[in-house]
């Protein structure tokens, strides 16, 4: 595969989608952890034994946050390196 020829603008944008790209998916990992570890909080003080079925929700959340953030981070640079790069054959 060859590089598109791009002017310097385009260049620069690809690269600023491609940043928040990863900061998105930083930002869905911290939530997925904050999650995990507000479940794991709730469950395990006493005082707050009448919520636990909040703790039990939020650590299966957790999970299915970081899987749905991962599947974003992958579509989305699959999506800027096939308008980044052009293939041979189209030149």
Known sequence: MKKANLNKTDVL?????????????????????VFL?????IIK?????EITDIGYFLLVIAPLLFLIGLIRFF???????????VSEEGE
């Open 13 to 33: 944008a690809i690269e600023r989608t491609r940043l928040a790209n990863e900061r998105t998916f930083l930002a869905y990992f911290r939530s997925s952890i």
């Open 37 to 41: 570890s507000s479940g794991f909080a």
């Open 45 to 49: 003080i006493n005082a707050l034994k």
């Open 75 to 85: 579509y989305v640079r699959k999506k800027v390196r096939k308008y980044f790069y």
